[in-house]
């Protein structure tokens, strides 16, 4: 089973940046996985992010976040990222990555769920 670890949560002014890493753990390799990037604020359900086919040529974007994240992929790495701009209070939450059977709308991701890492963005 696949075990993903999640790092580079902090605490963020609105406005500002942070990048997401999502690196598999010793002994297995992303580079044949979709992945995808998941959130959950408190009291409310986990919800699709952004997601990536294995040859990177489909990516899905929840509509909250088009054009301020950026999903990306480093397989000599073994390491997804998630470059987040523009950051807003509403992205506050734990952010978990995971591997999926549907890049296309974030579906079906499988495998455990991580620790996640927060993100909190406040003034």
């Known amino acids: 089973q696949v075990q993903l670890v999640e790092s580079g949560g902090g605490l963020v002014q609105p406005g500002g940046s942070l990048r997401l890493s999502c690196a598999a753990a010793?002994?297995?390799?992303?580079?044949?996985?979709?992945i995808g990037w998941f959130r959950q604020a408190p009291g409310k359900e986990r919800e699709g992010v952004s997601c990536?086919?294995?040859?990177?040529?489909?990516?899905y974007y929840a509509d909250s976040v088009k054009g301020r994240f950026t999903i990306s992929r480093d397989n000599a790495r073994n390491t997804v990222y998630l470059q987040m701009n523009s950051l807003k209070p509403e992205d506050t939450a734990v952010y978990y990555c995971?591997?999926?059977?549907?890049?296309?709308?974030?579906?079906?991701?499988?495998?455990?769920w991580g620790q996640g890492t927060q993100v909190s963005v406040s003034s």
């Open positions: 990536m086919s294995s040859h990177a040529d489909i990516i």
């Open positions: 995971a591997a999926v059977v549907l890049p296309d709308r974030c579906g079906r991701p499988f495998g455990s």
């Open positions: 010793s002994g297995f390799t992303l580079d044949y996985l979709n």
